[in-house]
């Protein structure tokens, strides 16, 4: 047990090196927890206990595949910085009615990265899994867009706090990251034209990118933003600030460079500090220059409240445990009526927000035309992304949260007879795909089944029973189960009417949802966003210390799926 738990809880979730056990320290302290225990050698733990230990989360992993009716993945690719490549692939489906996420792969890649050694890779694996027929859709971003656009945004005025790091990157940092970096861009590019019928772009970064599309359109609230992230480097670098700062009871968060969210996060705390008392410390510290003016706080509180809808759905949609892809409707239907309602109460954030709501609809195109909005002066303007968001999953998903059904279809600022039409437009789709999903399964159902030839037919022999009555109700059950147009309506109505709003709604009445239900368990499954397999790679990240880097290849991806699959431990 104790052997077990050094390998674990120490080596696999804590990230210690293996030769830990090895370590004069540490076997001092072993030995006073318990005399008794022989430490565990290092050759053992990599050759035998870490093997044993793969191969049975592995066979876990295995039955939770074939098990799963519906699945969905997620893809990324990633260069650290020793120029070593990884492919991660995640697995998402859903079992007893909640969200499970898993690790497949986590694979170290050599030699050169084309788009069909990648397809071979990944192919590869879901064969290896048995998943191929159950997948309903991979999530990722093209490379160009994951790496080029998401990594370091910078938000107005935010330059500077990030200098030293910055110029400290220049130093340490070597050209060729970047070749690895576009050679993965082409390979991903390159493969995901593959399998692009599948394929749904990663949410959370598109949403960046029409931050990024009005940032560069934000020189009205540079010059405020800018003594924002002044005052927020001083707290870090003064200690009498933060003394000053503690006994008003702020804190002003760190920031970090990839994520614009977290400089988001930074401004509205420090917007949260009393204005007056902020510029009185400033002022007694020699900081004059950073004092906040009534035109600054217009400025701030114009950008915050443009950016929050954008912030709360980048969170929201990473959700680990529950239904995210319901989300991405709802959330661009607001966040698109949040601006144009701001729009005419703007006083110097106008030409932001203009850049907002036009990015929004170059980029999510092919779902606002779903929702027949006017989207004729964008047709010409279309982004790469925007007819991947034409996808129905991304109409039919919310009615199958409960935390949605339709409502966010019915209080939004649609005009009502265009409401109605794209209401029965999506109850219409729902019908066709879960009769289109019944027969499917049906199908398949029957074509697994090997036919009887010769003999005596399983309808020869009548068997007597003892409660007819019981086998006749059942038989009525299963005729009222069949699933068609009709039966699927009156479920859509039903649902409609429920008052209960928690996500998983759908499966904890599925007897009496049975078309929608299933329905549910396939598109529900799949993520929103590429963070789980983000998650991995950070996760990840004591694999790739200098003290492990005799690993093997094997021992990598072993390592890897341990820790992120330790629920299967």
């Not at 870490?50 to 876990?60: F, N, Q, R």
């Not at 940032?215 to 933060?242: E, G, Q």
Request: hydrophobic letters at 40%; charged letters at 25%; a positive charge.
């Amino acid at each position: 047990a104790i052997s077990n738990s050094i390998i674990q809880d120490l080596i696999v979730d804590m990230g210690m090196p293996l030769n830990i056990v090895e370590r004069t320290g540490f076997k001092n302290f072993m030995n006073k927890l318990d005399p008794k225990y022989s430490i565990i050698s290092r050759r053992t733990i990599t050759r035998d206990k870490i093997p044993k230990m793969y191969d049975a989360m592995l066979k876990k992993l295995k039955v939770i595949c074939n098990n799963a009716e519906d699945v969905s993945v997620t893809l990324d690719l990633w260069s650290d910085r020793r120029l070593r490549s990884y492919m991660g692939v995640t697995l998402h489906t859903i079992i007893d009615k909640q969200n499970k996420s898993y690790l497949l792969s986590f694979l170290p890649l050599a030699g050169r990265h084309t788009g069909e050694n990648l397809i071979s890779e990944f192919e590869k694996i879901l064969q290896f899994y048995s998943i191929q027929k159950k997948l309903v859709k991979l999530v990722t971003d093209n490379a160009s867009n994951m790496i080029k656009a998401f990594d370091k945004l910078i938000l107005p005025g935010f330059e500077e706090y990030f200098k030293e790091e910055n110029e400290e990157v220049e130093y340490n940092g070597d050209s060729g990251s970047d070749k690895i970096n576009d050679d993965l861009n082409e390979a991903i590019d390159e493969a995901l034209m593959t399998i692009d019928f599948k394929r749904i772009p990663c949410f959370a970064h598109t949403l960046q990118l029409v931050v990024n599309d009005g940032i560069k359109n934000s020189a009205a609230v540079k010059s405020s933003l800018t003594k924002i992230a002044k005052i927020a480097k001083f707290s870090h670098t003064s200690t009498v600030f933060a003394e000053r700062l503690e006994i008003l009871k702020a804190t002003i968060p760190s920031n970090t460079n990839i994520r614009w969210n977290s400089q988001f996060h930074t401004i509205t705390k420090v917007v949260q500090i009393d204005i007056d008392k902020l510029n009185i410390i400033l002022y007694e510290l020699n900081k004059s220059q950073l004092m906040l003016t009534q035109r600054d706080k217009i400025i701030i509180d114009e950008f915050i409240s443009l950016f929050y809808l954008f912030n709360e759905a980048t969170i929201q949609t990473q959700a680990e445990n529950s239904p995210t892809i319901s989300l991405v409707g709802p959330c661009l239907l607001s966040i698109l009526n949040d601006l144009e309602h701001e729009q005419g109460k703007l006083i110097y954030t106008k030409s932001l927000c203009k850049a907002l709501i036009d990015s929004l609809k170059t980029r999510f195109f092919g779902f606002y035309e779903m929702l027949s909005f006017d989207m004729s002066e964008y047709v010409n303007k279309k982004a790469t992304t925007a007819d991947h968001y034409k996808d129905s999953i991304f109409l039919i998903s919310p009615i199958l949260d409960g935390r949605f059904k339709m409502h966010w279809l019915e209080e939004s600022n649609i005009e009502d007879t265009e409401k109605e039409r794209v209401i029965r437009k999506i109850k219409n789709l729902v019908c066709d795909t879960c009769i289109e999903l019944n027969v499917v399964k049906k199908n398949e159902g029957n074509a697994a089944v090997p036919k009887l030839t010769g003999g005596v037919t399983s309808n020869s022999v009548k068997r007597k029973q003892l409660f007819p009555h019981l086998s006749n109700l059942s038989s009525s059950k299963k005729l009222k189960a069949e699933i068609t147009t009709t039966s699927v309506s009156q479920e859509i109505e039903n649902f409609m009417r429920e008052t209960g709003m928690q996500s998983s709604l759908i499966f904890e009445k599925s007897n009496i949802y049975p078309g929608l239900s299933k329905l549910a368990r396939k598109l529900l499954c799949v993520p929103a966003t590429s963070a789980p397999i983000e998650r991995i790679f950070s996760q990840s990240g004591f694999l790739i210390r200098r003290e492990r880097a005799r690993f093997t290849k094997n021992n990598l991806s072993q390592l890897a799926l341990l820790k992120c699959n330790r629920s299967l431990l």
